[in-house]
Nanobody, 126 residues
Framework: QVQLVESGGGLVQAGDSLRLSCAAS????????MAWFRQAPGKEREFVAA?????????YYAGSVKGRFTISRGSAKMTVYLQMNSLKPEDTAVYLC??????????????????WGQGTQVTVSS
């Protein structure tokens, strides 16, 4: 089993920045996909960004965050960060970290990921 713990959420103003962290414990994989999703009240879970680690690294972003958010890998195995700049009120949501040891499939789909964190709240005021 993989346990994921997110941190770094909070209440900020529009235009501010936040960095979210997600750390895995328990079983880890040498090749893996990790992603951030977000879910606002009454809305579907939405893909934000993913990083796929094999011999190389690939990153993917939702169009709504591209150019503002950056997903990166930490030095510890299966640790990822989400640097969020120029935050907007519409970025307000619970942000959830997800992971899977299978590096194939659709990185944009929640059902692809076997492991999930509890989420961290990000609130952006206008």
């Amino acid at each position: 089993q993989v346990q994921l713990v997110e941190s770094g959420g909070g209440l900020v103003q529009a235009g501010d920045s936040l960095r979210l962290s997600c750390a895995a414990s328990g079983r880890t994989f040498s090749r893996y996909a990790m992603a951030w999703f977000r879910q606002a009240p009454g809305k579907e879970r939405e893909f934000v960004a993913a990083i796929v680690v094999t011999a190389t690294r690939f990153t993917y972003y939702a169009g709504s965050v591209k150019g503002r958010f950056t997903i990166s890998r930490g030095s510890a195995k299966m640790t990822v960060y989400l640097q969020m700049n120029s935050l907007k009120p519409e970025d307000t949501a619970v942000y959830l970290c997800a992971a899977d040891g299978d590096v194939t499939g659709s990185y944009f789909t929640p059902s692809k990921y076997a492991y999930w964190g509890q989420g961290t709240q990000v609130t952006v005021s206008s």
